[in-house]
């Protein structure tokens, strides 16, 4: 996943065609205190609890009243938030410092920080083996944390940059690798590579979603396409056009929905007919920047970071492609809804 600390320019392509409207749309802005990046999100929809990165901490907003009620402090370089409800635990991945820092729930105070590869990114909790999963980016490869002692159980070699990870909560594992446009199965407590599948004609997939009853993941990919992947065989069901700078998926299994959330400023919203037919029924304004998505399975809102941008600065030699600036002030997380 490309990270916000930076914002990005964003590719100047087409919009998927309009489809028959969901009845989703923005409902509002959730404005978060400070300035900087972020990356993925995460809802715990038992606990009412969002859990936002924000370039050096994770924000904490009470899904009921929509308020910022704590946070976790000195996460540099956060990308991602595992929480680990048995466990009474949390995990964050801290890019900057090549660490986890686990913190306890209730308190958000942090118990320990773990070592783990180069620039983790996603992290996952898998419950079966009550094992973190922290994915590295820079190194390409997977460090395994016991969840309650805190110790590094091993790494996992992944052949390539890891994207985000989704489980079955029985002890396997997916994970896209984005450079080689491959999706992984792991075995989370032989933390062993078994199965490796192309996702042609998908290319650089980031964000992944998981229909755990019908098998069905869904990645999404930097060339506008979701790839619909059988999670047992390995074979792509379909593709389907989805918006440019893509970077975040969710499924919501109540609804029968997927969604891509797109930088562009748009959100793919799919339909689950039948496990093998699929159907894009709408594609909803959002922001600019909107890139990553959380969903709240209780109240069936989607969760989407972003913040205004200011206009780029001149070209160099130094920097030939300068980036847009962050608006001071401006960070929020959309909420989508019916």
């Known amino acids: 996943m490309f990270s916000m600390f930076c914002a990005v320019v964003l590719a100047a392509a087409a919009t998927p065609a309009p489809a028959p409207a969901s009845g989703l749309h923005v409902l509002k802005s959730l404005a978060v205190p400070g300035d900087g990046g972020w990356d993925y999100l995460t809802a715990d929809a038992d606990a009412r609890r969002l859990y936002v990165s924000h370039s050096d901490h994770v924000a904490v907003v009470d899904l009921d009243s929509e308020k910022v009620?704590?946070?976790?402090?000195?996460?540099?370089?956060?990308?991602?938030?595992?929480?680990?409800?048995?466990?009474?635990?949390?995990?964050?991945?801290?890019?900057?410092?090549?660490?986890?820092?686990?913190?306890?729930?209730?308190?958000?105070?942090?118990?320990?920080?773990?070592?783990?590869?180069?620039?983790p990114d996603a992290i996952l909790y898998e419950p079966a083996t009550h094992?973190?999963?922290?994915?590295?980016?820079?190194?390409?490869?997977?460090?395994?944390?016991?969840?309650?002692?805190?110790?590094?159980?091993?790494t996992v070699a992944l052949g390539g940059k890891p994207e985000f990870a989704v489980t079955d909560g029985a002890g396997r594992i997916y994970v896209n690798i984005e450079d080689k446009s491959e999706l992984v199965a792991l075995d989370a407590?032989?933390?062993?590579?078994?199965s490796r599948w192309p996702l042609a004609p998908c290319e650089e997939p980031t964000g992944l979603a998981f229909d755990v009853a019908h098998h069905r993941l869904f990645s999404v990919c930097g060339n506008g396409l979701m790839a619909v992947v059988d999670a047992e065989s390995g074979r792509v069901v379909t593709t389907l056009p989805i918006g440019q700078n893509v970077d975040g998926a969710a499924f919501d299994a109540e609804?029968?929905?997927?969604?891509?959330?797109?930088?562009?400023?748009t959100l793919t919203v799919v339909r689950e007919e039948s496990p093998d037919r699929f159907q894009v029924v709408a594609n909803v304004p959002t922001q600019r920047g909107a890139r990553t998505i959380a969903l709240d399975a209780k109240t069936h809102r989607l969760f989407l970071p972003t913040a205004q941008f200011g206009p780029p600065p001149s070209p160099s030699a130094?920097?030939?492609?300068p980036r847009p600036?962050?608006?001071?002030?401006s960070f929020v997380v959309l909420v989508v809804g019916e």
């Open 325 to 329: 600036p962050l608006v001071p002030g």
């Open 69 to 119: 009620v704590g946070e976790v402090k000195n996460t540099q370089g956060v990308h991602g938030i595992a929480v680990a409800p048995d466990l009474k635990r949390g995990f964050v991945s801290a890019g900057r410092a090549n660490t986890v820092t686990i913190f306890d729930l209730g308190t958000l105070a942090t118990i320990a920080e773990v070592k783990t590869g180069q620039n």
């Open 255 to 265: 609804k029968g929905l997927a969604f891509a959330s797109n930088g562009e400023g």
């Open 131 to 154: 094992r973190v999963f922290a994915f590295n980016g820079r190194s390409g490869d997977a460090t395994v944390i016991e969840g309650a002692s805190g110790t590094v159980a091993g």
């Open 318 to 321: 130094q920097t030939p492609r």
């Open 189 to 194: 407590k032989t933390m062993a590579v078994k």
